[in-house]
Nanobody
Framework: QVQLVESGGGLVQAGGSLKLSCAAS????????MGWFRQAPGKERDFVAA????????YYADSVKGRFTISRDTAKNMSYLQMSSLKPEDTAVYFC????????????????WGQGTQVTVSS
């Protein structure tokens, strides 16, 4: 079992930056990949970024590539999503996820989820 708790969401102006954090507990943190998804009102939960268990490889949705950076700190059992050059279309609830089984770009593949944190980007 893995428990996840996100933090760091808020209101930011377009062009600004925000860093989301995800605290993990339960199973050994270094044994599973981590990911971030987002869900806007009335829309599906979309893939944002993922990082392998070792932290060596990262993957991004095209819409955030070059603006967002995913990372993990094994010593602290934390995953982070650094978001820069934010746009109004980045507004959504952001979810941390752990331990995918299958296509990591699909929300259905991930076994564990946090409660989500709201990110609102004003124009």
């Amino acid at each position: 079992q893995v428990q996840l708790v996100e933090s760091g969401g808020g209101l930011v102006q377009a062009g600004g930056s925000l860093k989301l954090s995800c605290a993990a507990s339960g199973r050994t943190f270094s044994s599973y990949p981590m990911g971030w998804f987002r869900q806007a009102p009335g829309k599906e939960r979309d893939f944002v970024a993922a990082i392998t268990s070792s932290g060596r490889d990262t993957y991004y949705a095209d819409s955030v590539k070059g603006r967002f950076t995913i990372s993990r700190d094994t010593a602290k059992n934390m995953s982070y999503l650094q978001m820069s050059s934010l746009k109004p279309e980045d507004t959504a609830v952001y979810f941390c996820a752990a331990d995918p089984d299958g296509n990591y770009r699909s929300a259905d593949a991930w076994d564990y989820w946090g409660q989500g944190t709201q990110v609102t980007v004003s124009s």
